[in-house]
């Protein structure tokens, strides 16, 4: 009985990781969009958003036509070196977008940044980030992709994207 208590002990010991504190696990820019108003922007980020994440009702939580403010959850497929690249795996990554619009310039936040290994059997064991080694890598190989997409949305070249 002791070694299967003690092997448990050590199957959880792997398995657990300690996430960085919230508030490192987000990442702020505000972006210049000369020409474009806060109501354009406004609209053109709300339909970037209702049609690339796939179900607006889900992923829109906040939609502000008075502070030009929109806030999603996200949620998509992403891949970052985590050692469980195991065929059939899907690393995805999830965060908090809060969206903000001003003449000329717009904020856009990531907050509360996840990284989770979705296994073939259905569990999901989150991985990250841990480090701001690992939260520099999500944000080179995924949340840089959103930003340029909304962006590319918010000057008017662009209104969805299939890839998110």
Not at 40 to 68: C, H, M, T
Not at 108 to 129: K, S, W, Y
Not at 140 to 156: E, F, M, W, Y
Request: proline letters at 2%; charged letters at 25%; one cysteine or more.
């Amino acid at each position: 009985m002791k070694t299967v208590y003690l092997l448990l002990i050590a199957c959880f010991a792997v398995n657990c990781v300690t996430l960085m504190p919230a508030e490192q696990r987000q990442v702020r820019n505000v972006v210049e969009s000369k020409g474009v108003k806060a109501n354009e922007a406004y609209d053109r980020a709300l339909i970037w958003f209702a049609k690339s994440l796939g179900n607006a009702n889900w992923a829109v939580q906040i939609r502000d036509p008075q502070g030009k403010r929109i806030v999603a959850n996200v949620k998509y497929h992403c891949t970052i070196n985590t050692g469980s690249d195991i065929l059939g795996n899907q690393n995805m990554i999830g965060f908090i977008a809060d969206f903000q619009a001003k003449d000329d310039r717009f904020r856009l936040t990531f907050e509360d940044i996840i990284f989770t290994v979705r296994q073939q059997n259905g569990n999901e064991v989150v991985h990250g980030p841990t480090d701001e080694e690992q939260r520099s890598e999500i944000d080179q190989k995924c949340l840089i992709p959103v930003r340029d997409s909304i962006t590319a949305s918010v000057k008017g070249s662009r209104t969805v994207d299939d890839k998110f």
